[in-house]
């Protein structure tokens, strides 16, 4: 098992637990010098937060624990490509490496649809690799949406 899978498994773990509060399962952590520092995962509904997303709540984690908003030398290991706002934050925060599980084809920017990550434009550019657990991250995700379906379908039909 590389360094990048081993990683993206304690994402996953992360996830799990977005899953078990029925949050969409979406999993962070975010490693320094070969060290986890940061956990996170969806918590929206939870927390009544737009901004409750997985990658936002390790970042938070991640520079409380180092002292300072840049995480430089950190890699942050995502079970799916960010949204915009998450993007955003990653290169706000001057994260050097991305590693990403499942791609998100209908609202991923970091490569989907666009790619904020590696934007010339941008003062700052995160090394990004993908792929990484993919099959695991997307039957997750998949796994979880089946079940919504089917429990709204089951409400509907008791509601007849």
Request: charged share 25%; proline share 1%; glycine share 6%.
């Amino acid at each position: 098992m590389t360094a990048d899978e081993k990683y993206m498994k304690e994402a996953l773990r992360q996830a799990k637990k977005a899953a078990a509060i029925n949050e969409v399962p979406i999993g962070c952590v975010i490693v320094y010098e070969d060290q986890i520092i940061a956990r996170g995962y969806n918590r929206r509904n939870v927390d009544h937060s737009t901004i409750s997303h997985a990658e936002i709540n390790a970042i938070r984690k991640a520079s409380r624990k180092l002292g300072d908003w840049r995480l430089e030398g950190c890699t942050i290991y995502i079970t799916l490509e960010p949204c915009q706002m998450c993007a955003g934050a990653i290169v706000q925060a001057r994260i050097t490496r991305a590693v990403i599980g499942s791609m998100n084809k209908k609202a991923g920017c970091a490569g989907s649809i666009l790619n904020l990550l590696e934007m010339e434009q941008f003062n700052h550019q995160v090394e990004v690799t993908r792929g990484v657990l993919e099959e695991e991250c997307s039957t997750l995700l998949s796994a979880f949406f089946r079940n919504l379906r089917e429990s709204k379908k089951r409400e509907a039909a008791l509601q007849q």
